[in-house]
């Protein structure tokens, strides 16, 4: 499965958007990309994902580019609940197994 | 989305027992589990994939006779930490994936274990 970089840590001011960048310039046609969160302690969840088109749902947007090498993770009104660890995750639709990297620590401000 | 729980939420044991951490999936028939474990500040590690029926498979470095795992249901994976020492101790989280999803995987709430 493709190698993702994310940056370590974001701050976001609550009730704006926090969009959080994911690289994976190693992507394969066939893989998709997963973006999960973990708030402190707790398994993480599921939020969104997509192979090239870009995605949304009741939690987050998902804006892949073009070339398919990086994505953003989009969300649109930041809540104080939304402070967690979030991952990116490229895996192929054939695959089993998630392999999380570092992901970015989003603390959202009040 | 789907549920998955794991039981216990928090265990406490002494040095040389074996503690059985069970993740259930609760709507959905899961023939493919995973088990994770997480240290303090670390990301997750993938343990082991478990297979419904079979045995499971380990990732390496894990040893499949300290960590047995027994996946003998469609809803049940058990994992159980033999002779557990005070560096087991540590937030366990299992995954299943929901075979009615879009290949997605669902977490459970995780265990964390500490061994005195």
Redesign the interface.
């Known amino acids: 499965d493709a190698k993702t970089t994310q940056p370590p840590s974001m701050d976001c001011a609550e009730g704006r958007a926090a969009n959080l960048p994911c690289n994976h310039s190693t992507i394969s046609g066939n893989e998709?990309v997963?973006w999960?969160r973990?708030i402190h302690?707790?398994?993480?969840?599921?939020i969104i994902?997509g192979l090239k088109n870009n995605e949304t749902n009741e939690m987050a947007s998902l804006i892949i580019t073009e070339d398919r090498k990086s994505s953003t993770l989009i969300l649109p009104h930041a809540t104080l609940r939304d402070t967690a660890v979030y991952?990116c995750i490229v895996r192929a639709?054939t695959g089993?197994?998630?392999?999380?990297?570092?992901?970015t620590s989003l603390t959202v401000i009040p | 989305?789907a549920v998955?729980s794991?039981h216990p939420s928090r265990v406490i044991c002494k040095s040389g027992t074996s503690v059985k951490i069970e993740c259930r999936s609760l709507d959905f028939q899961a023939t493919?589990m995973?088990w994770?474990r997480q240290f303090p500040k670390q990301?997750?590690?993938?343990m082991a994939?478990s297979n419904e029926g079979s045995k499971a498979t380990y990732e390496q470095g894990v040893e499949k006779d300290k960590f047995l795992i027994n996946h003998a249901s469609l809803t049940l994976s058990t994992l159980t930490v033999t002779s557990a020492h005070p560096e087991d101790s540590s937030?366990y989280?299992c995954?299943a994936?929901d075979p009615r999803g879009?290949?997605?995987?669902?977490?459970?709430?995780?265990t964390?274990l500490l061994v005195l």
């Open positions: 998709y997963y999960y973990q302690s707790q398994g993480p969840q599921y994902h991952y639709n089993n197994q998630f392999y999380f990297g570092t992901g | 989305g998955v794991q493919t995973f994770y990301s997750l590690m993938l994939t937030f989280i995954s994936r879009r290949e997605t995987q669902y977490f459970g709430p995780g964390r």
